[in-house]
Structure formats: structure tokens, C-alpha cells
């Protein structure tokens, strides 16, 4: 029920409960909406859509990336209020949380049955986007959002191999034992963090990254130059590295800087 607004250039969903109450409530009506969720998110058209789509060579989409569970809660229910909740009121964060991933598998199945997928050969791999999981400290991730990537890649990426991944480019180093026990493969963490430390902790993982934004967007040449050697030195032992923003690229971000940065790899960066 939280509404999605166009806000200062990108989309941003709205807080949908304001009190446990409110919450509870909230769920409540969650409960009921995945007794039959294919027509609730499915237009009444469906049907006559599909089969229009088909004949054009579209196959419905399949679900396979999510705003991050505590970005999702967050946006929901509050930052402050799912902290003090998960803190004051394990029980309904636990519900909360339950939901969110019940709420999850239940929307990808339909869309790999819209899709034409069985549960066996359905496509493997999730993606998630959750720069909020840096609000909690690693007891509350743990028993909050770590479940929920866990129940999702145990589902969509249960081989060694399938795409299990996460951007969220705030300050969430304390997280990262558990996104190492995640067997993540594909991350984009933030800039306060270094590619020694996630491969310490995510040996598997191509990292995305670590490229301050803020360095390319302003244009600071000496300084994009220095960041891509240290990231290419620390990469040598391991590799597994895409030098990328470690986060968004922001507006103001020039080709010139892209055009400098293929010129040092092409003249510094070889193995």
C-alpha cells in the first residue's frame, strides 16, 4: 500500500504504517492478498493481454531483482520504526519479515508460471538493491534481512554458479560476514569499502566496484587514476574484479573521465 511518487528525478516509495498498529494491520491485509495473489497483481485483462503479447514474441517477464528487504521495510514502516521494532517487538518484525519473503516467492512463482516455467526449469539468479541495510547493526540484519536473501537464494540460486547479488553502496562493512555466508556472486558495495575486504569476505563474488561516485561525477582526474591502481593492485592476487562506481554513477559524471580511465587500463592495468 506504500505509494510509488516521482520525486527529485527518480521514483520513491511512500510510508504505508506509521505505529505497530498500523504494521499489524498492514499485514494483516498482506495475509489475505497472497491467499490469492495472482489476481491481485494481475489485471483482469490478463488473459487477453497475454495472448497479445505471445503473438508479438513477448513473454511476460520474470521477477528476479527487489528493492533489499530493509529498504523495502524501511520505506514502509520507517527507518527508526523498524529499528526500535525489530529491538521492542521481535515478534511482529519477525511477522514483518516473513511476509516480505512469503510475499516474494509467491510473486516469482507466478511469474514463471505466466511465463510458461515449471518450478524445476525455471532461471536461476536475484538481485537485490538494498542501500538501507547499513541502518542496521549485524544482530538485527541477521534477523532480519539475512533470512530473507536466504530463503530467496535458496529458491532462485541454489547452485554454486547462479547470480546471488546485492548493490547497496552505504557504509555496511559489519555486514559483510553474513553476505559472505550468503556465497554472494556478483556485489556493489560502497566506496568506504576496499576490494581486499569484500574479497575477504565474498571470495566468490565479481566485485562491481570500488570507485568513489563522487570522484568520477567531479571530475577529480589524479584522483580516478589513483583509485583505479590501488583497485588493480589489490585485485591481482584474485582477479574478479569489473572497475566500476562503487554505487550510482551521478549526474555530472563525464565521458572524458570514462575516456581516462580505458586509457590507464589499457596502458597500466595488465596482468
Not at 589489490?234 to 586509457?263: C, D, P, Q, W, Y
Request: charged share 30%; aromatic share 10%.
Amino acid at each position: 500500500e506504500g505509494q510509488n511518487v516521482w520525486h527529485n528525478e527518480s521514483y520513491w516509495l511512500k510510508q504505508a504504517a506509521d505505529s505497530e498498529k498500523e504494521l499489524a494491520e498492514l499485514l494483516d491485509r498482506v495475509e489475505k492478498r497472497i491467499e490469492n495473489l495472482r489476481d491481485f497483481v494481475l489485471p483482469e485483462n490478463w488473459e487477453e493481454e497475454k495472448a497479445r503479447l505471445t503473438a508479438m514474441g513477448v513473454k511476460p517477464p520474470l521477477y528476479r531483482g527487489q528493492r533489499g528487504p530493509v529498504t523495502f521495510a524501511t520505506s514502509i514502516f520507517g527507518v527508526e520504526n523498524l529499528i526500535f521494532l525489530i529491538e521492542d517487538e521481535p515478534e511482529l518484525a519477525g511477522r514483518f519479515r516473513d511476509l516480505i519473503l512469503k510475499a516474494m516467492l509467491e510473486l516469482a512463482r507466478i511469474h514463471d508460471e505466466e511465463a510458461g516455467y515449471t518450478a524445476e526449469a525455471a532461471p536461476h539468479g536475484f538481485y537485490f538493491c538494498d542501500d538501507n541495510c547499513a541502518m542496521l547493526n549485524h544482530d538485527m540484519y541477521e534477523f532480519f534481512g539475512y533470512p530473507v536473501l536466504k530463503g530467496i537464494f535458496e529458491r532462485y540460486s541454489p547452485e554454486a554458479g547462479d547470480l546471488r547479488g546485492q548493490h547497496s553502496d552505504s557504509d555496511m562493512e559489519h555486514l559483510l560476514p553474513l553476505f559472505g555466508k550468503l556465497g554472494m556472486t556478483s556485489v556493489n558495495f560502497g566506496p568506504t569499502l576496499s576490494v581486499r575486504t569484500i574479497r575477504e569476505h565474498c571470495p566468490k563474488a565479481v566485485i562491481h566496484g570500488q570507485l568513489a561516485p563522487f570522484t568520477f561525477s567531479r571530475d577529480q582526474e589524479d584522483k580516478i587514476v589513483e583509485e583505479l591502481l590501488r583497485d588493480f593492485e589489490e585485485a591481482k592476487e584474485h582477479r574478479g574484479v569489473v572497475f566500476a562506481t562503487a554505487g550510482s554513477i551521478n549526474n555530472g559524471s563525464r565521458l572524458s573521465g570514462m575516456r581516462l580511465i580505458m586509457s590507464t587500463i589499457q596502458n597500466r592495468c595488465r596482468f
